[in-house]
């Protein structure tokens, strides 16, 4: 509680870690007090947790940052309450949400017997704290006045408090509070997600099961062939007799591609809550089946990011379309996973799923998206192609390494609106990430130049001037 009043008022950054490591021990001392062992899948949620909470420490992007801020939660509260079904697992990721309140109450009760049974002790510890900070304040002031480094060190260390500020203090401190109280009393008495079962539907005969199934891998057959049909030289015939730019049939067929994967795994699920299972038989035509869907369905996600390929050469990377892409990338691997389920048991399968979804999370976060987009954009325009700086210096101070190789004018353009950002903040070494560190050293060594009204004329995209305007120019990140 007394970190996160202190540290997390100034922004996000390493702060989030030193916050989150003594309420990991809380819970841990809390756990192993109630008799709760370490098991290997705690561990490995708590880990993981806290590898994510590394994101805030290395980017400058929102966007990555919150991601990972939510996948540690999620994953912080699975280390506390365990999981192992599908329920666990679901559940158990936000069980953490309806331990505030029971937390809270069973402080307060510890903290009252505790009192109750040791009041000279906490006079005691209250007097020997009261004389220490006294000290530190007397002598800390006093070297500070004596040695102008010393001061300077101890201004970067000290968080900088303002009467201001307090109620943001304040509701931060009881936020962390809270959050600790949650995490230890889920750790010592955790909820039992695992205990909820679901029934299987009431299974159906093989017929009536496999046939529309069946039908369904033989349309996705189909289509796959006219894929290769398009990739080995049909694919100039097809745009002359639909009239689309090679864009426009990428983007096209990008979006549809990705809900039919969507689709594909609801219709996988369903499909295996009233699948035939009284006979061995009955199992093979279910791993027959669902195992040639989940293939087919593969090909189509290389299909999808193959036209979002297509689609980022023609018009280069934006923050959607990297999104996008990567949540198909995860579908993808969501079906080798059932794939291997279907071959080896599903016994796994929840925490196999959410695994990939918080290591994708983290080497989301770890790649820096903005970083990419900048890197991808500034190849294209090297290799020929436009650039929209418009776009470009909305991002963070993670693509200001990439930015810095343009040439001017466009440079200037592109880093005026992260160079007049970095100069407005002034956040302690605990609320600067790495991206931000980097960029402002960057742009320290080689300012951008004010190129005034310049930039409104250069690099818009060409083929807006040509009347194609993209239909997803507005980007909600």
Not at 97 to 102: I, T
Not at 147 to 152: C, E, L, S, T
Not at 387 to 408: K, M, T
Request: aromatic fraction near 8%; charge should be neutral.
């Amino acid at each position: 509680a007394l970190l996160s009043a202190l540290l997390l008022g100034d922004g996000l950054g390493l702060n989030l870690l030193i916050v989150a490591v003594p309420a990991a021990l809380g819970a841990f001392f809390a756990a192993r007090s109630a008799g709760r062992r370490l098991r290997p899948w705690t561990a490995v949620w708590a880990l993981g947790g806290l590898m994510l909470l590394a994101v805030p420490a290395l980017r400058d992007a929102g966007w990555p940052v919150f991601l990972a801020m939510v996948s540690a939660l999620a994953l912080g509260s699975l280390a506390l309450h365990g999981s192992r079904s599908w329920p666990g697992v679901l559940l158990g990721s936000v069980g953490l949400l309806p331990s505030v309140a029971g937390g809270a109450r069973w402080g307060w009760r510890g903290v009252r017997a505790r009192a109750d049974d040791s009041r000279g002790r906490v006079r005691t510890v209250a007097r020997t704290t009261a004389v220490a900070v006294v000290l530190l304040i007397v002598f800390g002031t006093l070297f500070a006045s004596a040695d102008a480094a010393f001061a300077d060190l101890l201004g970067s260390l000290t968080p900088d408090m303002s009467i201001g500020d307090s109620p943001w203090r304040v509701f931060l401190f009881v936020l962390g509070l809270l959050g600790a109280l949650a995490a230890a009393y889920s750790a010592a008495a955790p909820v039992r997600w695992d205990g909820i079962t679901v029934r299987p539907g009431k299974a159906r005969n093989r017929a009536e099961w496999a046939l529309p199934l069946i039908v369904l891998n033989l349309l996705f057959a189909v289509f796959i062939g006219l894929q290769l049909v398009v990739l080995l030289g049909g694919y100039d015939k097809v745009l002359e007799e639909t009239g689309l730019k090679p864009a426009e049939y990428a983007r096209q067929g990008f979006w549809q591609l990705l809900w039919a994967t969507v689709l594909t795994l609801l219709v996988i699920a369903l499909a295996l809550r009233w699948a035939p299972r009284g006979k061995a038989g009955d199992r093979t035509l279910v791993r027959s089946v669902l195992g040639v869907l989940c293939v087919l369905t593969l090909v189509v996600v290389a299909s999808a990011l193959r036209r979002m390929d297509l689609y980022v050469d023609a018009f280069g990377l934006t923050r959607l379309r990297i999104s996008v892409a990567a949540v198909e990338l995860w579908l993808g691997v969501v079906l080798v996973l059932i794939l291997a389920a279907g071959v080896f048991g599903a016994r796994l399968l929840p925490r196999a799923v959410m695994v990939s979804a918080a290591v994708g999370v983290l080497a989301f976060g770890l790649v820096s998206p903005d970083g990419l987009i900048a890197e991808q954009n500034v190849q294209r325009h090297g290799n020929g192609g436009t650039i929209d700086i418009e776009y470009l210096d909305g991002l963070s101070a993670d693509a200001v390494p990439a930015l810095n190789e343009l040439p001017e004018p466009l440079r200037s353009c592109a880093l005026e609106n992260v160079q007049r950002d970095l100069g407005l903040r002034d956040a302690p070494w605990y609320a600067t990430s790495w991206g931000e560190a980097r960029a402002r050293n960057i742009l320290e060594e080689h300012p951008a130049a004010n190129q005034g009204d310049r930039c409104y004329d250069l690099g818009r995209d060409a083929d807006e001037r040509d009347g194609y305007e993209e239909e997803d120019s507005y980007d909600p990140y």
